[in-house]
């Protein structure tokens, strides 16, 4: 069995000035970092993890970061594990975004892109790409493996959508706090919801 524990970033520059971040690399508050040492301490009094993997992105790897000094366990960044790539939205202040790139009407479709950007279509098949591999690169029936993954919101999404194997155009979305936590299991062909958004850690 494959049990993956998903971890959302903690808060960043970018939340509390109220900005589009998407690519843009804003570091954590210091409530964020706190946030993330909280998660640190409930994860390690919870699990043990054979392998811990990472968006790059500041907001992400300071608080893999955080996580692998207290597991003592060095951290695998995965460009895969970014957000989406928000294109000419990114830094943005939301209200400058609404104005200079207001959204089509009836919305964006899945396949169209953010200019300069990325598609809702791209982003889950970089999900895909990453979870297909991470299934499949091991053998997970002749020995139980737990694994932890940090990354943001909207991947989280695609993740949980790869996870569920439900179709592209989906309109299923999980919300995530800031350092929520999902448990997920794989066994055999069984995929197993244990937990969503987690964030007792937080009180």
């Known amino acids: 069995m494959l049990e993956i524990i998903v971890a959302r970033h903690g808060q960043s520059v970018a939340d509390i000035e109220n900005r589009l971040e998407g690519k843009a690399d ?7 970092i706190e946030q993330a040492e909280k998660l640190a301490r409930w994860l390690k009094f919870k699990y043990k993890f054979d392998d811990i993997y990472s968006s ?9 970061e955080i996580i692998g000094e207290k ?14 790539d928000n294109g000419v939205l990114a830094g943005l ?11 089509p009407e009836g919305g964006r479709k899945y396949y169209e892109h953010i ?14 790409h990453f ?11 002749k020995e139980n493996k737990r694994i932890l993954i940090v990354s943001h919101g909207g991947l989280i999404s695609m993740l949980y ?19 929520g936590v999902h448990v997920w299991r794989v066994s055999g062909k069984n995929r197993i919801v244990v937990a969503s958004n987690v964030q007792y850690h937080l009180k």
Do not use: C, Q
């Not at 597991?71 to 989406?84: G, P, S």
């Not at 200019?115 to 895909?128: C, F, H, K, Q, V």
């Not at 959508?161 to 350092?179: C, E, H, I, Q, Y």
């Open 131 to 141: 979870f297909a591999e991470l299934i499949h690169s091991r053998d997970f029936e």
């Open 56 to 64: 790059p992105l500041k907001r992400a790897s300071k608080v893999a």
């Open 161 to 179: 959508r790869a996870f569920l194997n439900l179709p592209v155009d989906t309109g299923v979305w999980l919300s995530t706090g800031d350092t």
């Open 93 to 103: 202040l939301r209200e400058e975004a609404d104005r200079l790139y207001p959204l």
């Open 71 to 84: 597991f003592e366990k060095e951290i695998t960044y995965d460009e895969r594990l970014k957000e989406m």
């Open 26 to 32: 804003f570091p954590l508050t210091e409530l964020g």
């Open 115 to 128: 200019p300069d950007g990325e598609s809702l279509i791209e982003l889950r098949a970089r999900a895909e």
